[in-house]
């Protein structure tokens, strides 16, 4: 069962990098939005669970680094935004 739950997140994870790619692409967000960079954030983080449970860090470290940029993004949208 643990099985089949990493998997779901990494679908799940997976749809959310793909659709803030795809709304960008179609000028719906923008790269500065709270949308788009907490979709990245959210789905880098489900990538980093299913990477680590898969074991492969290559695919972990990216993500973990893509999910980092994110949250410093987020922080500089937010603290702009004040």
């Given amino acids: ?3 089949l739950l990493i998997d779901i997140v990494g679908w799940i ?3 959310l990098v793909l659709a803030g790619y795809i709304l960008v692409s179609a000028g719906k967000l923008t790269g500065q939005s709270r949308a788009f960079q907490g979709m990245n954030v959210a789905g880098a983080g489900g ?10 860090w290559p695919t972990m470290a990216l993500n973990a680094i893509w999910c980092v ?8 949208i937010a603290s702009r935004s004040r």
Avoid: D, N, R
């Avoid at 990538?47 to 492969?56: D, K, N």
């Avoid at 940029?69 to 500089?76: N, P, Q």
């Fill in 1 to 3: 069962m643990p099985g």
């Fill in 13 to 15: 994870s997976a749809l």
């Fill in 47 to 56: 990538f980093v669970l299913y990477a680590g449970w898969h074991q492969t």
């Fill in 69 to 76: 940029i994110g949250i410093f993004t987020l922080f500089k």
